[in-house]
C-alpha cells in the first residue's frame, strides 16, 4: 500500500508534523489559559498571546479566560479530526519496517512508544471533550453551538482529572519519542527522520 515500503507516505509525513505541531501548541494554550484569572473585564478584541501579531475580533464580549478556553476547545475538536484521519490511516497501512541498524531494544522501545502515542493522542481530546461536555458551558467550535453543557460537576472532576493525568503521560512519552529521534539524527546518523520527511 506504500509507494516505497521504506519510508511514511506523503500523508502519513504531512499528517504526523501537523498533528505533532498542534499537540505541542495545545499543551503550551492549556497552561497558558489556566493561568488567566477568573475575574477579568469582558472584551470584544484579542491580540493573540498580547504577540501583536494578529487581532481577533468578536461578535459579543467575553473574559480573557473565556476566550482561550473556546480557543483550545475548537482546535481540539479540529485536532480530534485530524487524529481520526491518522488513525484511519495506520489501520489501512503498515508503517515501513523499522531500519535493520536498530538493536532489539530499540525496536521494543519505538513500537511501545508509538503505539502509546496512538492511544494517548486519541485518549487526550476525548477526555477534554466529554470534560467540556459535562460543564456548564458545552462546546462552542469556533463560536458554533455544537455540544450543549450537562452541568454534571461530579462528571466534570473526573474527566478533569482523567485530561491532567493523560496530559502529564502524554508529554513523557512525546519526550522519550524527540530524544529517540534525536540520537537517531545525531548519534547514529542513520536514515530516521527522513523517512517521517517529505
Ligand atoms: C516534534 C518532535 C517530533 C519528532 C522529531 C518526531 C519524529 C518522528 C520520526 C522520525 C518518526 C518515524 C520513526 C520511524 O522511522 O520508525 C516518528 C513516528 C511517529 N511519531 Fe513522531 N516526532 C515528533 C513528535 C510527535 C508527536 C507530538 C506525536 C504525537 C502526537 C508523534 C507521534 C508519532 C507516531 C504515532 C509515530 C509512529 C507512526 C507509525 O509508525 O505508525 N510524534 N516520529
Not at 51 to 60: K, N, P
Amino acid at each position: 500500500m506504500n509507494q516505497d515500503s521504506s519510508r511514511y507516505t506523503k500523508l502519513a509525513v504531512i499528517l504526523h508534523w501537523l498533528i505533532a505541531l498542534v499537540v505541542i501548541a495545545m499543551f503550551a494554550l492549556g497552561w497558558y489559559m489556566t493561568e488567566l484569572p477568573k475575574e477579568a473585564a469582558k472584551q470584544t478584541a484579542f491580540d493573540l498571546f498580547d504577540l501583536g501579531v494578529y487581532t481577533w475580533q468578536l461578535a459579543e464580549e467575553v473574559s480573557p479566560r473565556n476566550f482561550y478556553f473556546n480557543l483550545h476547545k475548537s482546535i481540539g475538536v479540529t485536532l480530534l479530526a485530524l487524529i481520526a484521519l491518522r488513525v484511519l490511516w495506520r489501520i489501512t497501512h503498515r508503517p515501513p519496517a523499522m531500519l535493520a541498524s536498530y538493536k532489539a531494544w530499540e525496536k521494543k522501545l519505538a513500537t511501545g512508544a508509538h503505539h502509546l502515542l496512538y492511544l494517548l493522542m486519541v485518549a487526550m481530546p476525548v477526555s477534554g471533550l466529554i470534560m467540556a461536555m459535562s460543564g456548564k458551558y458545552g462546546v462552542k467550535w469556533f463560536g458554533i453551538d455544537i455540544i450543549a453543557g450537562l452541568d454534571n460537576s461530579t462528571l466534570r472532576d473526573v474527566f478533569k482529572e482523567t485530561h491532567e493525568i493523560v496530559g502529564a503521560i502524554f508529554l513523557t512519552v512525546i519526550i522519550v519519542h524527540v530524544l529517540g529521534a534525536l540520537k537517531h539524527k545525531w548519534i547514529d546518523k542513520d536514515g530516521t527522520m527522513k523517512r517521517m520527511s517529505l
